[in-house]
């Protein structure tokens, strides 16, 4: 396990699972949890390394209606720059979850196939219909094989969610997934983390 600032930039991140592992995976959260292993029994399964990068809502903001570049699109910036030297000439898979999700967004359609599997987790479809067309044509740039997890009850990313990410998106695959312990319970990514592995880190089950 490691953790750091992130060089050039102001955002902690911390790795853990096999360190010197060919395939990385990058896990965005806002939150206290967000340098955390979601199911570490789950991670220990597979020859891959997870590399956390710390953000705050703040970091993810995205105003529509803003001047100059927005908070979220200045973090996209540095931590491309930062990602373009951890991935050693190798694809990324990335995982972006709850509000975070638009940042995993923005750094995909910025390294194109630098990355190659994309997992969105509980990531609620854009409030505005401007916004709605800024994120649809970072979607279009996207070329990443594409995941989408939602929760079936989810009060902010069902299916209505699911369905607008899925129309914009042009290598998807949409999953809904039942709660048992709560009608509107927020999908909890831990509960699909070994979904998500399978996905953005195909082929490293030790």
Do not use: C
């Not at 991935?87 to 196939?113: F, K, T, Y």
């Not at 219909?129 to 009060?155: C, F, H, W, Y």
């Amino acid at each position: 396990m490691t953790k750091a600032p992130a060089p050039g930039a102001a955002y902690e991140h911390r790795s853990f699972g096999a360190p010197g592992a060919e395939r990385t995976v990058v896990l965005l959260r806002a939150g206290v949890s967000n340098l955390t292993d979601p199911y570490p029994d789950v991670t220990a399964r597979r020859d891959v390394r997870i590399l956390a990068v710390a953000v705050t809502t703040d970091d993810v903001d995205d105003p529509a209606a803003y001047r100059g570049a927005t908070p979220a699109e200045t973090t996209a910036a540095a931590l491309a720059r930062f990602l373009a030297e951890e991935q050693h000439d190798r694809p990324l898979g990335m995982v972006g979850v709850g509000e975070a999700g638009e940042l995993a967004i923005m750094l995909a359609a910025d390294l194109g196939s630098g990355v190659d599997r994309l997992a969105l987790v509980a990531v609620p479809r854009p409030e505005s219909e401007l916004g709605a067309s800024e994120v649809a044509g970072l979607l279009d740039r996207i070329p990443a094989k594409t995941l989408l997890m939602n929760g079936q009850a989810d009060p902010t990313a069902a299916s209505d969610a699911a369905r607008w990410f899925k129309n914009h998106l042009a290598s998807t695959r949409v999953e809904m997934v039942p709660r048992a312990d709560g009608l509107e319970a927020r999908l909890i990514l831990a509960d699909v983390w070994e979904r998500v592995l399978a996905h953005v880190a195909p082929g490293t089950v030790r």
